[in-house]
């Protein structure tokens, strides 16, 4: 699976729009991208996916680069419970495994 | 069906003793993950099943874990003579396979202690 760089932090004002970046300069063409979130002391949970197409869903949009090496996670109007680390994960349609890095801690402030 | 359980949530033992983790997926999933979170890391993949086999390990996987899903349905994780590095969350996800293999859903983890 590709590697993928995220900030390590980032701070968003309650209903202000969550802009979260994610570079993968070494995705393959049928690489898709994955984003999770993890609120303290939960499992990971699935918020969205893409391959090339921007995808909108209740919880965010995903907005893919023509070049696909990087992608944005946008929160539309971020809420407190939206703090949590947010992972980008790359990896290929069908292969199950999914591999998480560090990820993003976003901190929503009232 | 309330989602990914698991049990128990908390484990504390000492080291050398043997201690096992279950897991009950989604009831439709066929697909079933085992991962290890220690802190300020994102999880680790450990093993996985489709139905009842074991499809992959990963390198992380020493011999003294085993995991087994005999029926299909739920899992088991076991650690024998635990160690101090062992301390982590484990967790355990499901998902469809197949074209519909979109998204794992994780469970809240069982938190092993080993002093």
């Known amino acids: 699976d590709a590697k993928t760089t995220q900030p390590p932090s980032m701070d968003c004002a309650e209903g202000r729009a969550a802009n979260l970046p994610c570079n993968h300069s070494t995705i393959s063409g049928n690489e898709y991208v994955y984003w999770y979130r993890q609120i303290h002391s939960q499992g990971p949970q699935y918020i969205i996916h893409?391959?090339?197409n921007n995808e909108t869903n209740e919880m965010a949009s995903l907005i893919i680069t023509e070049d696909r090496k990087s992608s944005t996670l946008i929160l539309p109007h971020a809420t407190l419970r939206d703090t949590a680390v947010y992972y980008c994960?790359?990896?290929?349609?069908?292969?199950?495994?999914?591999?998480f890095g560090k990820g993003t801690m976003l901190l929503v402030s009232p | 069906d309330t989602g990914v359980s698991q049990d128990p949530r908390h484990k504390i033992t000492k080291r050398g003793q043997n201690v096992t983790f279950r897991c009950d997926p989604i009831s439709e999933h066929n697909r079933l993950y085992w991962y290890r979170q220690t802190l300020g890391q994102g999880p680790e993949f450990l093993t996985y099943f489709q139905n009842e086999a074991q499809l992959e390990k990963s390198r992380l996987l020493s011999d003294r874990f085993s995991a087994e899903r005999p029926k299909g349905s739920f899992s088991t994780l076991e650690i024998q003579r635990t160690e101090q590095g062992d301390s982590a969350m484990y967790l355990c996800?499901?998902?469809?396979?197949?074209?519909?293999?979109?998204?794992?859903?994780f469970g809240q983890g069982t938190r092993l202690t080993v002093v």
């Open positions: 994960i790359v990896r290929f349609s069908g292969y199950s495994t999914l591999t």
């Open positions: 996800a499901s998902s469809l396979s197949g074209p519909r293999d979109t998204e794992a859903f």
């Open positions: 893409g391959l090339k």
